[in-house]
């Protein structure tokens, strides 16, 4: 069969319309708009646990900061954030790393490869890397050099989804349910090249079916591009994630996480199987090795973090986090409760009771995201909230105590 010749098997593929999506989401962001959920403009007097609005002096915590440990505002990462840029005398160099990469740079690549077990791809975000990299696999210039069948999650990020029309220049793109593997195995059956697109812990809530995936990856030969950034640095003995925790690197695998939630900086990683593989995409990847890529500054508090990731505290901010996931899963319980993981949803239906909620509780000192489709399935609308080490147990109940009187006036 012709490699781009669509499969003779029922299931989802092809992407999805992104102007339809558009069209029909915009109506619920301009109510968000309205309500003054958009575009709030803060001062930080205490990092995520009190927000100030500068022209009203309203103050709020904010219950969607994906800051899960809390180093995004940790003295030492802030402080290593201060120390580079004394030592470079600079905010970065402004030319392609795939020229010249700061000494500072190398270092943190070496430090997070020790630390996570993996050659590590340094990127300006997971954008960045995602743009980059996706084109190749699909291509086969990480493999063999020829094209492979690439299979999006449907829950995947927008990041990697919105790669598919470029991806789709290179070979055959199809979409799969969400975690539906026994479509991905019919695929891998059909075609001798697959790729697999899928978050590790999803920005929604929810995990990767992972070992099935393994399963696949053994029998077949697939390629798992996976995104984990909603894991890293808070699951894992060295901050790993959920992904890097339960599979070995290869050359069938690359993992991409943001340095910017969990691990408290900001940038983003490739975690690749081999120095072969790093040295194509240093030099191939677009994006990645273009003028913009992270600030010194960053490294420097990326650096710090690693630090923190080789001592006692990472295991006890993780502790700390955990012991805050099981309380709120104890005092709300969602659809997610039990998984391990920080991100929860409250489901209401409809878009404008989503946005009813947020506003509502907004006034009450919360700030909590409103999601409805296209971010989540219709009639699934409703709030994402994010679990973190630095919330009390005291706050947590003050905001499921505000939620539930918020809910019973619906």
């Given at each position: 069969?012709?490699?781009?010749?669509?499969p003779?098997?029922?299931?989802?593929?092809r992407?999805?319309?992104?102007?339809?999506?558009?069209?029909a989401?915009?109506?619920a962001w301009?109510?968000?708009a309205?309500?003054?959920?958009?575009?709030?403009?803060?001062?930080t007097?205490?990092?995520?646990?009190r927000?100030?609005?500068?022209e009203?002096?309203?103050?709020?915590?904010?219950?969607?900061?994906?800051g899960?440990l809390?180093?995004?505002h940790?003295?030492?990462?802030?402080e290593g954030?201060?120390?580079?840029l004394?030592?470079?005398?600079?905010?970065?160099?402004?030319?392609?790393?795939t020229?010249?990469?700061?000494?500072?740079l190398?270092r943190?690549e070496?430090?997070?490869?020790?630390l996570?077990?993996?050659?590590?791809?340094p990127?300006?975000?997971?954008t960045?890397?995602?743009?980059?990299?996706?084109?190749l696999?699909?291509s086969g210039?990480l493999?063999?050099?020829?094209?492979?069948?690439m299979?999006?999650?449907r829950?995947?990020?927008?990041?990697?989804?919105y790669?598919?029309?470029?991806?789709?220049?290179?070979?055959?793109?199809?979409?799969?349910d969400h975690n539906?593997?026994d479509?991905?195995?019919?695929?891998?059956r059909q075609?001798?090249?697959?790729?697999?697109?899928?978050d590790?812990?999803?920005s929604?809530?929810?995990?990767?079916a992972?070992?099935?995936l393994r399963?696949?990856?053994?029998?077949y030969?697939l390629?798992?591009?996976?995104?984990?950034s909603h894991?890293?640095?808070?699951?894992?003995?060295?901050g790993e994630?959920?992904?890097?925790?339960?599979?070995?690197m290869?050359?069938?695998?690359?993992i991409?996480?943001?340095?910017?939630?969990?691990?408290?900086?900001?940038g983003?990683?490739?975690?690749?199987?081999?120095r072969?593989?790093?040295?194509?995409?240093?030099?191939?990847?677009g994006?990645?090795g273009w003028?913009?890529?992270?600030?010194?500054?960053?490294?420097g508090?990326?650096?710090?973090?690693?630090?923190?990731?080789?001592s006692?505290?990472?295991g006890?901010?993780?502790?700390?986090?955990?012991?805050?996931?099981?309380h709120?899963?104890r005092?709300?319980?969602t659809?997610f409760a039990?998984n391990g993981?920080?991100?929860?949803?409250?489901?209401?239906?409809?878009?404008?009771?989503?946005?009813?909620?947020s506003e509502?509780?907004f006034?009450?000192?919360f700030?909590?995201?409103?999601?409805?489709?296209?971010?989540?399935p219709?009639?699934?609308a409703?709030?994402?909230?994010?679990?973190?080490?630095?919330?009390?147990?005291e706050l947590i109940?003050?905001?499921?105590?505000?939620?539930r009187?918020?809910?019973?006036?619906f």
């Open positions: 069969m012709p490699q781009n010749s669509p003779d098997i029922t299931g989802p593929h992407h999805r319309n992104n102007a339809s999506m558009l069209r989401a915009d109506p301009q109510r968000a309205d309500a003054g959920l958009i575009g709030v403009h803060v001062d007097p205490d990092a995520n646990n927000l100030v609005v500068r009203t002096g309203h103050e709020f915590v904010n219950m969607c900061s994906v899960y809390g180093l995004n940790h003295p030492a990462i802030i954030a201060i120390d580079a004394r030592e470079a005398q600079a905010t970065w160099l402004v030319v392609s790393t020229r010249i990469r700061h000494n500072l190398v943190m070496e430090e997070l490869g020790d996570f077990g993996a050659h590590i791809l990127g300006a975000s997971c960045a890397l995602t743009a980059g990299i996706l084109p696999v699909a210039h493999t063999d050099g020829q094209p492979r069948v299979v999006f999650d829950y995947c990020h927008f990041c990697m989804a790669v598919k029309p470029v991806c789709a220049e290179e070979t055959l793109v199809l979409t799969c539906d593997l479509y991905l195995e019919k695929i891998c075609y001798p090249r697959v790729a697999y697109v899928a590790g812990a999803y929604m809530g929810g995990a990767a992972l070992a099935g399963d696949l990856q053994e029998r030969g390629f798992l591009y996976i995104d984990d894991s890293l640095s808070i699951l894992g003995e060295n994630g959920f992904v890097r925790s339960q599979l070995e290869n050359d069938l695998t690359v991409v996480a943001s340095l910017g939630k969990g691990f408290g900086t900001g983003g990683v490739a975690m690749l199987g081999s072969t593989m790093f040295e194509f995409l240093h030099r191939h990847a994006p990645v003028s913009q890529n992270m600030s010194l500054p960053l490294v508090a990326s650096l710090a973090s690693a630090a923190i990731h080789r006692p505290e990472l006890e901010l993780q502790r700390r986090l955990r012991e805050n996931i099981d709120f899963d005092t709300f319980p659809a039990g993981l920080p991100v929860r949803r409250i489901t209401v239906g409809e878009p404008d009771d989503a946005v009813r909620l509502e509780l006034t009450r000192g700030y909590s995201s409103a999601v409805f489709f296209p971010i989540v219709r009639g699934e409703g709030l994402r909230i994010m679990l973190r080490a630095d919330l009390t147990t109940d003050d905001f499921t105590s505000n939620v009187d918020v809910l019973s006036t």
